[in-house]
């Protein structure tokens, strides 16, 4: 198999590939946390996500933006892949172990107890194949043959599965479910390596200092922008166990975990996933193409936004007891639980506009942008934690998350419209005629069952929107180089 065999591509193919390993293997994971919230007791579980929480940093810290510029380059020039991916290797290398060092060092210097600094280091030597993993899906992306990224993923979820049901079931403590994060990412990088060669492509890693630090010029920006951007989506968590207690940061996790969950489910799946090398090209061709491009997009990700926030609205705090059990408040009011996840809720369509608007950034080659944009919301990100978590708990980080997120979306917005204007809800109206329908039904089902409650006004929104023409972005045909 070769990457430069002109074919057609369907990007309803690509995406379905891509959110079905996104399903499979974020579904596993998240099984996975909802069983070991009730096998482990609260000091546990908060031990847990906060390792997580460090391993998704050490992720940032070892990828310092090479894959995303490895993604448009591919997209842009397949003819230097080899080339391109042997240097990121060696540069992925050097990062991932250097990271690793580091968290443990860190994590020490931290005065964090024993077990907890075993645990964050099992997790974040499976975050540091997980980074090395995200090579081999930039080629696949760029090769628009997501179908490989998928079946990665998914063995690296089901693999997690199976091993939380063995911890369980034999009951090997803490420690061995710190593990289970180590070889899920063991079996995905493995099964990525086993792809990789169906492309003709050899794991040959260079180490050329030269050609290192080329990379490195380019793609530092973004780097530090993924730093940035994790200090951002993960400080909160260092607030709330420094104000509240690790048991708060498992009640904040609970709620969090399903916003990241869609997040993670569906924005990596289309950008940078099956939609990010058409957009690169649009770019490329002039500003007209790009711009209708963006305007499908932007309807298509207001309207799987609704998706998610339609059922999980319906099923409250019902549907929140049915997925981490009875003990969900870990110790914290009703109140304060309650209100953090509603507000979390709110902020799914604000986090993935964000999410897509920075992806359009990128694409238009202007990641330089993105380091004062992420610093801005950093900044007010940490003063706002540290004023309102004293008064309002965990409440105060939901606050911060949709306030901050909200801002770097104006701000990439108007990077964008530089060059002109940018009508991007001019096809929002069909998502939102579609929850005018769906979110009536939320009410008029109330005395029903939690799947009734559920099912029936998602059903009808995703009809709506379907017959409005709202997928319509993910039927078409792209002819592509690759």
């Given at each position: 198999m070769s990457l430069t065999t002109p074919r057609s591509h369907s990007t309803a193919r690509n995406?379905?590939?891509?959110?079905?390993?996104?399903?499979?293997?974020?579904?596993?994971?998240?099984?996975?946390?909802?069983?070991?919230s009730r096998y482990l007791d609260d000091s546990h579980f908060g031990m847990l996500v906060f390792a997580v929480v460090l391993g998704q940093i050490l992720i940032f810290v070892a990828d310092l933006g090479v894959s995303v510029i490895s993604n448009r380059k591919f997209s842009l020039d397949i003819s230097r892949i080899q080339e391109l991916y042997s240097i990121s290797l060696g540069l992925r290398f050097i990062t991932c172990i250097t990271a690793w060092v580091l968290l443990a060092l860190v994590s020490s210097a931290a005065g964090y107890g024993t077990e907890q600094i075993l645990m964050i280091l099992l997790v974040g030597l499976g975050s540091s194949m997980e980074a090395c993993a995200e090579l081999q899906f930039s080629v696949f992306r760029a090769g628009e043959r997501m179908v490989f990224e998928a079946l990665s993923r998914m063995a690296g979820g089901i693999a997690a599965?199976?091993?939380v049901l063995l911890v369980v079931f034999a009951d090997l403590g803490p420690l061995a479910a710190s593990t289970t994060y180590t070889i899920r990412a063991l079996v995905m990088l493995a099964t990525s390596f086993v792809f990789l060669g169906r492309f003709r492509i050899r794991i040959h890693p260079n180490f050329s200092r030269k050609r290192i630090l080329e990379l490195?010029?380019?793609?530092?920006p973004l780097g530090v922008m993924g730093l940035l951007f994790v200090a951002f989506q993960r400080l909160d968590n260092v607030f709330i166990r420094g104000l509240s207690g690790v048991e708060a940061v498992g009640a904040y996790q609970e709620s969090y975990r399903l916003l990241e969950t869609f997040v993670l489910l569906i924005t990596p799946s289309l950008l940078p996933g099956a939609l990010f090398p058409g957009l690169c090209r649009a770019f490329e061709a002039g500003r007209e193409e790009a711009k209708n491009k963006m305007v499908s997009i932007a309807q298509l990700v207001t309207g799987l936004a609704g998706a998610v926030m339609i059922p999980m609205f319906a099923g409250g705090i019902e549907f929140f007891r049915l997925i981490w059990g009875d003990n969900f408040l870990r110790g914290l009011a009703l109140e304060e639980v309650g209100a953090t996840y509603l507000l979390l809720l709110g902020a799914i369509p604000v986090v993935f506009w964000m999410n897509y608007l920075l992806a359009s950034v990128i694409a238009t080659g202007r990641q330089k942008v993105t380091l004062p944009i992420t610093s801005i919301a950093l900044t007010i990100s940490i003063i706002g934690n540290l004023l309102l978590i004293p008064h309002i708990g965990i409440r105060g980080a939901a606050v911060m998350v949709l306030s901050a997120n909200f801002i770097m979306s104006i701000l990439y917005y108007l990077v964008l419209r530089r060059d002109g204007p940018l009508p991007l809800l001019k096809y929002v109206w069909k998502p939102i005629g579609a929850a005018l329908v769906g979110i009536p039904l939320i009410f008029l089902t109330s005395g029903f069952p939690l799947i009734v409650r559920m099912g029936v006004p998602t059903a009808a929104y995703l009809t709506v929107w379907y017959v409005l023409g709202g997928v319509g972005i993910l039927l078409r045909k792209q002819e592509t180089s690759a």
């Open positions: 995406s379905i590939s891509m959110l079905t390993g996104q399903l499979i293997s974020k579904g596993s994971l998240f099984i996975s946390l909802m069983i070991l599965l199976v091993l490195l010029r380019e793609s530092w």
